[in-house]
Each structure stands twice: as C-alpha cells, then as structure tokens.
C-alpha cells in the first residue's frame, strides 16, 4: 500500500515540477515585458492555477503519509499544525494582499520609492514579527500539549513529549516564511505574479518530498518511532520555505534592474510615515486575514476539546480517541477540502468583476454575477458532499486503508455536509469584499465561532467524534446565513431564484445518491471491503453511476448550462437539440 502510494504521487510531483520548471525558464525572458499588461493576465491565470496546485498538492500527499504514520500519526501532525498555521496567519496579517494593494496604489501615482521603503521595513518587521512567533509557540508548546491530552497514557496514544517535540519543530518555519510575504507582495503590486506562483508550489513540493522522505527514511530505515517521524515531518515547513526563498532570489536577481529603474525615474514621493504605511496596511488586510482563520480556528477548537470529551464520555481510551481525531482532522478534512477546492476554482473568476459592478453602481449586473456565484458553488459543492457521504466507507478504505475503515468512514459520512458551507462561507465572505461590507463576514465568524465554542465539547461529549462535525455544521451555518443575509441587504439581492435552483440540485444529487446506492450495494456483494483492490472497484463503479446519473439530470434539465452559462456553451446547444 506505502510502495503504491509512493509510486503514484512521485508521478504527480514530476508533472508539476515540468511546469514549474517552464514558468522558471520564463524568467530570463522577462524584463519590461514580463511586468506588462499582457503578461498581467498571464500571471494571474499562472497565480490561479499555482494556488489551487499548491492547494491540492497539499490535500493529496497526506494519502501516502497516512499509510506510514496511520491516524494517530495524522492526528500528532495536526497537534503540531493547527497551531502554527494560525500563528503564521497572525504573524502576516495578510500582507501579501495588502503590500501588492499598497505599492499598486503608489506606483500608479508615480511613487517607487514608498514602495520600495515598504518592501526595506517590511522585511525587517516580518522577520521580527516571525521571530516572535515562533518564541512564543517554541515555548508555550509544554502549555499546549498540556491542553490537547489533560490525561495522558502513553501506552495508548501519543506521549506528551512527542507533541511537545512537533510543536517546536515546525515552529522554526516562522522564523523564515513570514518575511517572504513581504517580497511575493512586492512582486505582485508590479502585477508580476510568477514570483508568487512558482515559490508557492515548489515550496509545497519540497516540503512534501521532505515530509515523505523523512517519515519512510525514519520509520522503514531507521526503525525509529512514528513520534520522530512526524516531528521531522512538520519540519518541512521550514524546508520548503528554504526552497521559496530560492526562487524569489532568483526572480529578484532577473528583475531588480527593472525594479529599480521604475524607482529612479519616480515622479513624485509622497514621503509616507512609516506609522501611516503600517496603518494602511492593516486596513487593507486585517479583515480579510481574520476571515481566512476561519477554518483554522475551528480546528483549533477541535483540537483542545476533541480528545478530552471524548476520554471524559468514558468510552474512548486516549488511543481511541486520537485515531478518531486523526481521522476528522487529519483524513476527512483532508478529503471534504477537495470539492471546497474545486468549487472555490470555479467561482474566483467572477468575484473580481463584482467590484467593479458595486463601485459603478451596476445593480443589476451585480446581482446577476452574485447569482452566478451562488450557483457555481452549489452545483458543485452538494452533489460532491453528497456523494462522499455515501461512498465514505470505500472512499476511506480506498485512501487511507482498511485499518482504520470503520471510525474514518463513520466520520467522514458525518463530516462531508460541512463542505458546501465551507465553499458558501469563502464565497459569501469574498462577495462581501467587493461590496466593502467585509466587516460583516468578521462578525459573522465571530458568531460561527462562539456557537462552535459553546456546542463542540457538549456535543462530543453527548454523542461521540460526530459532535465536531455537527458543531462545525451548525457554527459555520450560523455564519454563512449572517454572509448570506447581509449581502440580500447591502447588494438588493432576492434569494427566490436561488432558491428554486438549489432544490433542483438537491433533487437531482438525492437521485445521484440513490443511484450510487444501489450500485455500490451491489457491488459489495461481489467485492466486500476487506482489500484495497476490492475499495478501488466500489469506489470506481459507484462514481461512474453517479457521476453518470446527475450529469445526465443537469444537462437534459437545461440546468448544467444556466449554472455554468459560457464556461460549458456545449451544455446549452445540447439541451436545445
């Protein structure tokens, strides 16, 4: 199963690295014309794509990973992760974002020079900024660890020591990556997105190669213990920011001539505070920067009520109770963010153009693309947690293995739902963006979290792993329906329409649901889930009805065509024939 999984992500890692290696080659063909207009529309189609590379690089390779280290292993990983990546989070404050907004604005006006100030003091107080973070969870992780598992028994789950030592180890990547945001930002206020798109993903591919390389050489060569493993692991963050940094100084090694010569023939210098550059900075990225915790935080949450409620319920050993965290947190979150992924993919085309419509006052045309919005993320999202709802046992077993089928595909039937919120909550949050109403989707995930923080240890406690799903259901419901509610106020938008879609795609998965049933009950029958070839052939023909039955029902409805309007012209011409 390890060799097999191995195999086949080495294969991925070498298509992307191909691409990467192309859009490296670019680099020496750049100059004057690698930051014009035409080539801004290449890059952001470049940055687009390397995101959500980056992104779905960063869900997949935990296939493999799991299959070294199992759930328990996944569940260690993520004691180390959640906390760092929220610290990260703070430590940058958004600042890519909000440093392409601040030196787009001033080289607009003719003033290089402020941008360039920002770009000196930016990378001094980033590093100080990530010093400080990573002093602070370096030694509050004893404090943490402490919170995770109140009553420990190392003979059953993970000793107390071993999450103190993944901690600290992947703390030391805030020491570096918090500093690169200032330059990727710098890159993009001169609309040059390859910097960020190419650092991003070879970042993920070294840390992944690091992550996998460390845990098989630790466990299958060393004999050492998973602990070791997945503490080296979450090193990899540091390596794969080492492997960034790399590119952006080969990127700024080819551009800084360019750069400069725009600084010396500035117009005029605005002769901007540092205190004033700073306050800017913060206006532009601290909403934004709060909403994109949101997962994070709710995992957070998880993370110190999960195992204790459970152990404190009396039926879950520490042991038990870690392998059902690793497979919330760890395994089926992994898997719900796939279709999260894809839908948000599809959207961001048009969330840009609704700024534009709000700032020209264009009601009509702005409803219309909030519409559209909608309707993407939806009739994408649903089917997909529907689907894996009902196939989560095969699914489960067909990436994660057989050990642990039970638990995992328990969890992720329960936890599948929660996709189309998180897809609903990153639109809505976006489109409150481009109406500059952000300061409701802050709220909004302030209630989100209180209701979160006041059911989740309830809930766990009462009815088992599911109550972390259900909690983040019904905290994530509450804000997306404040998103919602605030955009039919702000942008005059009607959800009848909407409305009537939305059951037509609820019908049309409940249809898709039934199919797969009947198939994959079928199927079981000739190939029961006890190897993973026989998961694989469940899983295969499952979907293949599935799929085959809602694209069937969307586009003979006319429906597929309507949701995905020019982006798929062919659906349209097929339901008029």
């Not at 805030?174 to 609309?191: D, E, H, K, N, T």
């Not at 910097?195 to 970042?203: C, D, F, G, L, R």
């Not at 957070?300 to 059902?324: C, H, R, V, Y």
Request: charged share 10%; net charge positive.
């Amino acid at each position: 199963m390890v060799k097999f999984l191995e195999v086949h992500f080495v294969r991925l890692l070498f298509y992307t690295t191909t691409f990467i290696i192309i859009e490296l080659d670019n680099i020496h063909f750049t100059g004057d014309e690698g930051m014009s207009d035409s080539k801004f529309l290449r890059g952001t189609a470049i940055l687009s794509m390397a995101t959500f590379l980056s992104k779905f690089l960063g869900m997949i390779y935990i296939f493999p990973f799991a299959a070294m280290v199992g759930q328990q292993g996944l569940a260690l990983y993520q004691y180390g992760y959640t906390p760092y990546t929220i610290l990260l989070s703070l430590a940058t404050l958004g600042v890519p974002m909000a440093v392409s907004k601040f030196v787009s604005k001033y080289n607009a006006l003719g003033d290089y020079l402020s941008g360039q100030r920002l770009l000196r003091s930016g990378i001094v107080f980033m590093t100080i900024s990530g010093f400080a973070a990573f002093l602070l969870l370096f030694f509050s992780a004893p404090v943490i660890a402490g919170w995770i598992i109140t009553d420990p028994n190392e003979m059953q789950g993970n000793a107390i020591s071993d999450v103190i030592f993944t901690i600290r180890m992947v703390s030391i990547a805030l020491l570096l990556i918090p500093a690169m945001s200032v330059i990727r930002g710098y890159f993009q206020g001169f609309r040059s997105m390859g910097p960020t798109a190419v650092s991003q993903v070879i970042e993920q591919i070294v840390r992944i190669v690091f992550i996998l390389s460390a845990a098989y050489a630790i466990l299958y060569i060393g004999d050492g213990k998973i602990g070791t493993a997945v503490g080296f692991a979450t090193f990899g963050a540091f390596i794969g920011g080492l492997g960034a940094l790399v590119v952006l100084i080969i990127y700024w090694q080819k551009r800084k001539g360019f750069i400069q010569q725009h600084v010396e023939e500035s117009t005029t210098d605005y002769h901007i505070p540092l205190s004033s550059m700073y306050k800017e900075l913060i206006s532009y990225a601290l909403p934004l920067s709060f909403v994109g915790l949101a997962i994070p935080l709710f995992q957070l949450i998880d993370m110190f009520t999960f195992n204790n409620a459970l152990m404190a319920s009396g039926n879950f050993t520490q042991g038990e109770a870690e392998t059902a965290y690793g497979a919330f947190s760890g395994a089926a979150h992994k898997l719900i963010l796939i279709p999260v992924a894809i839908a948000t993919a599809m959207s961001v085309t048009l969330i840009p153009t609704i700024t534009e419509s709000f700032t020209n006052k264009d009601k009509q045309l702005l409803r219309s693309q909030v519409t559209q919005t909608y309707q993407v993320i939806v009739f994408l999202s649903i089917p997909a947690a529907v689907g894996m709802a009902v196939l989560a046992y095969p699914t489960f077993a067909l990436l994660f293995g057989l050990d642990d089928m039970e638990i995992g595909g328990y969890i992720l039937r329960y936890y599948a739902p929660v996709a189309v919120l998180f897809s609903l909550f990153s639109v809505t949050g976006a489109i409150l963006q481009g109406i500059n109403k952000q300061k409701y989707a802050v709220i909004s995930l302030l209630l989100g979290l209180a209701v979160k923080g006041g059911t989740a240890y309830l809930l766990l406690y009462t009815i088992g792993p599911i109550g972390a799903s259900v909690s983040t259901f019904i905290g994530f419901g509450a804000a997306v329906l404040l998103n919602m509610w605030a955009i039919g106020k702000f942008a005059d938008f009607q959800y009848g329409k909407l409305l009537k879609r939305t059951l037509l795609v609820l019908l049309f998965s409940l249809c898709m649901a039934l199919a797969v049933i009947l198939v994959k009950e079928g199927a079981l029958t000739l190939f029961p889930l006890n190897s993973w070839f026989h998961a694989f052939l469940v899983e295969m023909f499952s979907v293949i009805a599935g799929a085959g039955v809602y694209f069937i029902l969307t586009v003979r409805s006319g429906l597929a065509g309507i949701v995905l309007g020019e982006r798929f012209s062919i659906l349209k011409r097929e339901r008029e024939q």
